[in-house]
């Protein structure tokens, strides 16, 4: 493909539909997975203040800062398997020696067909995190590591009762009963479940509206809390309340809104242009100004109305322009799985890495659930820094991504 591939509506869907047997990414692609048989932070709880262009942030210019390499490995977040420090030995080295920022947690393994990948039990998580911590402040960046896991409640729930864990209730279930005193407290119990075990990022909660109840992946999965948006609005916000009172950050996701897709985006990039409206970026307006927004996770989705050429997470339009400029968000923006299989067959790896960076991603998700690629660390800080050193991405995008993060991490233990 070209360095800078130009997709139509029209190219964008045909390259979907070449790619129709891959899987959604690291939030949405387990979901199905999940609900199938075959599926194998601040003590006080008050809100954390956003990220702003006025927020104090590390300084990247210092002679003893960590290499650029050791910046671009901070921006990812891996999926990885084995279960103790012996079989995560390859992860473990990862963070320990190449200064990766985080980690996100599955249940089972798609690309084996397995019911183990990372999690068996609750002493067993635990031990396994610890390790991965210790690895991280052995690193040259010696910065904590974001521990990551899809943990919305009900039928995606990674942490689940066949492995230990206490039920959770869906994001469904908590949005009909509409008591946010009691989502709040269910927020908390599973943040203390998450935090017991070493997680301190939940890729929850999920703001897209139930616009479409027969959405194959959001809908039909009971992963939204309705679609009024002031009702999602005020779930999420206690449910994030409720994460934030035992020290886990929080997601909200998948922005601009996967609600109203009318097909399965397991089978590729969605075209939301017709379904998708403004009313979708409520939940984002609303939250982001009260101070309790973490972190943002994009979506796979393509609407022609936001970006004629490019799914959201390759969208200088959505990302920059629409979240960061109209909607004034200055945090950690994270993707969805840059692994999935139709961002790889339109774009290629190494230019979706390059828009979603230029597009103002700060952490790319590679969730080695599609294809499980055992070098993709190294691969993916090679040609980030080839990039930069090439000019076709600037240091200084680099850093504040950085700063983004460095400005996250402070806060997990505030």
Same mark, same amino acid.
């Given at each position: 493909m070209s360095s800078d591939p130009r997709l139509s509506r029209r190219a964008l869907l045909a390259g979907a539909l070449g790619g129709a047997?891959? %899987? %959604?990414?690291?939030?949405?692609?387990?979901?199905?997975?999940?609900a199938t048989p075959t599926a194998g932070p601040s003590a006080s709880g008050a809100a954390s203040a956003p990220a702003t262009s006025e927020t104090p942030l590390p300084s990247a210019s210092s002679p003893h800062g960590p290499s650029l390499a050791a910046k671009v490995a901070q921006m990812l977040l891996v999926g990885f398997r084995g279960t103790d420090a012996d079989s995560a030995a390859a992860m473990i080295r990862d963070v320990r020696e190449r200064s990766v920022g985080g980690v996100v947690l599955f249940s089972s393994d798609q690309p084996t067909g397995s019911t183990v990948r990372n999690i068996v039990s609750p002493s067993q998580l635990a031990a396994l995190t610890a390790a991965l911590q210790d690895a991280a402040a052995a690193s040259e960046a010696g910065d904590p590591l974001l521990v990551a896991v899809d943990e919305e409640?009900?039928?995606?729930a990674r942490l689940d009762p066949a492995h230990g864990f206490p039920a959770t209730e869906s994001a469904a279930a908590l949005g009909a009963r509409d008591d946010v005193t009691h989502t709040r407290i269910a927020g908390q119990q599973m943040a203390a479940t998450l935090r017991a075990a070493g997680i301190n990022l939940n890729l929850a909660p999920v703001v897209d509206l139930d616009v479409n109840p027969d959405n194959p992946i959001i809908g039909a999965l009971d992963r939204s809390f309705g679609a009024d948006p002031a009702l999602v609005t005020r779930q999420a916000r206690a449910f994030i309340r409720g994460h934030h009172a035992v020290g886990v950050r929080t997601t909200l996701k998948h922005f601009p809104g996967h609600g109203?897709?009318?097909?399965?985006?397991? %089978?590729?990039?969605?075209?939301?242009?017709?379904?998708?409206?403004?009313?979708? %970026?409520?939940?984002?307006?609303?939250?982001?100004?009260?101070?309790?927004?973490? #972190?943002?996770?994009?979506?796979?989705?393509?609407?022609?109305?936001?970006?004629?050429?490019?799914?959201?997470?390759?969208?200088?339009?959505t990302i920059d322009g629409l979240l960061r400029g109209q909607l004034g968000w200055d945090g950690v923006v994270i993707s969805d799985d840059m692994q999935m299989g139709a961002i790889?067959? !339109?774009?290629?790896?190494?230019? !979706?890495?390059?828009l979603a960076i230029l597009a103002?991603?700060? *952490?790319?998700?590679?969730?080695?659930?599609?294809?499980?690629?055992?070098?993709?660390?190294?691969? #993916? *800080?090679?040609?980030?820094?080839?990039?930069?050193?090439?000019?076709?991405?600037?240091?200084?995008?680099?850093?504040?991504?950085?700063?983004?993060?460095q400005a996250l991490k402070a806060r997990l233990a505030a």
């Open positions: 047997a891959a %899987l %959604l990414a690291a939030c949405a692609a387990q979901a199905l997975h999940s409640g009900g039928r995606v109203s897709s009318t097909a399965d985006s397991h %089978l590729g990039v969605v075209d939301v242009t017709d379904t998708w409206s403004s009313v979708e %970026l409520d939940p984002y307006r609303r939250l982001i100004p009260a101070g309790v927004v973490d #972190t943002i996770l994009t979506a796979h989705v393509f609407n022609a109305r936001l970006d004629p050429d490019h799914p959201a997470t390759l969208s200088a339009a790889r067959q !339109a774009y290629g790896y190494r230019d !979706a890495v390059r103002g991603v700060d *952490v790319l998700t590679i969730a080695n659930q599609q294809v499980f690629e055992a070098d993709v660390v190294a691969r #993916t *800080v090679g040609i980030v820094v080839d990039l930069v050193d090439r000019g076709e991405i600037s240091a200084e995008r680099i850093d504040r991504s950085w700063q983004r993060i």
